[in-house]
Structure formats: structure tokens, C-alpha cells
């Protein structure tokens, strides 16, 4: 027998019971924390986001404003976007450097005239009714890259592994590259369009130009390469997929 020693009382126990379960219930709201805000916008706005891991969605309307959500996984990130000179920066990695956060899943809404250029190391980047002067979308490392009803003068699309989905316009004098070491580059694109174009796909030689291919097109190196043109030839396009296929698809 320990002399000073005491049994924890009931009441004591309870106590600690009432502890944990408010923990548990605090990393569940942690777990499921949010962030919103909405930054007024001039006519020639830019959105520049850097990500680390979740899926990324930008959506252009009718308004000259720009809308940020994201919910945040545990340990939640924080997010300190700033707007500097008619850009919105919004930087996790910067905001968190040598902390450990979970995913982080936006819903951006920008001014259809918007210029974006966004990043992520992993997930999914998503952009859609943009016609502005600047589209950029890059996955350092795998996910899958979807720019839809795109109606901009320079778009540039690149991952890792994964699939990059090209629905849009081509413009007068435009530059246009796509990119991927691994997946499915689609373009789809009116047929009427005009530009210069190189496709290269080293490994598959799996290069589809449907009704995009005329007796301008060239096939370099077994396949491995095609060049070409349709129309006038103003705008440049560039599409290299190291170990995938490219299909370009008439819209």
C-alpha cells in the first residue's frame, strides 16, 4: 500500500470522457475547416495560385469579382491570399512552408476576361469559361488537367502522369502548348481553325489528327513526330506526350 495515493472517482472519470469527445469533435472541425472570401476585380484581373496537393476549379462569370472557397483537410493550411497591382496571389506552399497540411480543394470564381495561371503538385486543375489573354494550368507531378470552353490567346497546359482535356478556341497569332510524360492529351477544337502545329509522342507514336490531317502533314521519324498546318498557319501549337497518346478531335 502507497500512502497519498487515490482512486479516480466517477465523477472524475466522466470528466475525462467529456474531454475526449470534445477533442475527437474539435479534429473533426479541423478536419472540415473552410475558408471564403470574395476580392472586387478590375478589367484586366489576374488570379496566380500555387497549390500542394487537392483539386483545383476555376469557373468564369459574369461578374467582376473574384469568389475563393476551399475546404481543408487535417491538419488544415492556412491561406493568405493577397491582391497586388490587379493580381490575386494566393500561394499554400509560401503560406505553410515546413508546416504539414492535408488537401486543399478550391472553388474559384473569376471574371470571364480573367487571366489565370495556376499550379498544384498533386490533383486535378480545372478551368472553365475563360477568353482572356492567359490560360497556364501545371501539375508538377500527377492529375489530370481539364480547360474547358477556353477562349484565350496563350494556354499552356503540363503534368506529370495524367490526362490533359483541351476544349476551346484557337486564335489569331495564339501559342498553345500541352504536355505530359504519361496519359491522354485531347484536343478538341473547331475545324476551321488556323495554325501550325507539332505533335510528338516518342514512346506510343500514337498521334490521331482525324479530320485535322491534309497533304501538309508530315510524319517524322516513324511516327515518333508530325508537323503540319491547317488554314493559314497563324497561331502555334505544341504538343509533346513522352509516353501517351495525342488525339486532336473537331469540335
Known sequence: MIFGSKTPSSKTTMLLCVVFFFALFADEVAAQKKFARTYPAGQNVRLSLTNRTGTVTVEGWNRQEISISASMEAPAA??????????????????????????????????????????????????????????????????????????????????????????????????????????????????????RFVATAPSTRSISLGAFANSETNYLGDGRRVIGKTGDGSATLTVTNQRGTIGFLRR
Open 78 to 195: 492556412t491561406i493568405v491570399p493577397q491582391s497586388l497591382s490587379g493580381t490575386i496571389f494566393v500561394n499554400v506552399l509560401k503560406d505553410n512552408q515546413g508546416k504539414d497540411v492535408g488537401n486543399v480543394n478550391f472553388l474559384i470564381r473569376v471574371p470571364y476576361n480573367a487571366m489565370v495561371d495556376i499550379e498544384t503538385r498533386i490533383g486535378n486543375l480545372i478551368v472553365s469559361n475563360v477568353r482572356s489573354g492567359l490560360v497556364r494550368a501545371h501539375i508538377s507531378s500527377e492529375g489530370d488537367i481539364t480547360l474547358t470552353n477556353i477562349l484565350a490567346k496563350n494556354v499552356s497546359a503540363e503534368n506529370g502522369i495524367g490526362d490533359i482535356f483541351f476544349d476551346g478556341e484557337i486564335q489569331e497569332s495564339g501559342n498553345y502548348r500541352f504536355s505530359s510524360m504519361k496519359g491522354n492529351i485531347n484536343l478538341r477544337i473547331p475545324f476551321t481553325s488556323s495554325f
